[in-house]
């Protein structure tokens, strides 16, 4: 079974960090694209990043360029992404999920699994 299990949500204030990681299993994590997905209450979900196979590309929303890092270790089957200055506007369950998948569940209004909570407090 393809699957990805997210970690590292908590609460923080503004203005503080958080570092999510996602353990995929079930398929050859090398060989995908992936993703960050986050969706907050009452909201739509909304693509964060992505990262190429080998980690050489890295993609961002506006909303949090300049602020998160994606990353991946490859030997560890392990997508990672760092989130530094956040806003109360970052607050949202994060999931991350092969990129091509993610497309197609924000098109259709699916879901991602587990995820991990984020809270961003003022």
């Known amino acids: 079974e393809v699957q990805c299990v997210e970690s590292g949500g908590g609460m923080v204030q503004s203005g503080g960090s958080l570092r999510l990681s996602c353990v995929a299993s079930?398929?050859?994590?090398?060989?995908?694209?992936m993703s960050w997905v986050r969706q907050a209450p009452g909201k739509g979900p909304e693509w964060v990043s992505a990262i190429s196979l080998d980690g050489t590309s890295l993609y961002y929303a506006d909303s949090v360029k300049g602020r998160f890092t994606i990353s991946r270790d490859n030997a560890k089957n392990t997508l990672y992404l760092q989130m530094n200055n956040l806003k109360p506007e970052d607050t949202a369950l994060y999931s991350c999920a092969r990129t091509q998948e993610a497309l197609v569940t924000l098109e259709s209004g699916g879901s991602w699994g587990q995820g991990t909570q984020v809270t961003v407090s003022s």
């Open positions: 079930g398929f050859t994590f090398r060989d995908y694209d």
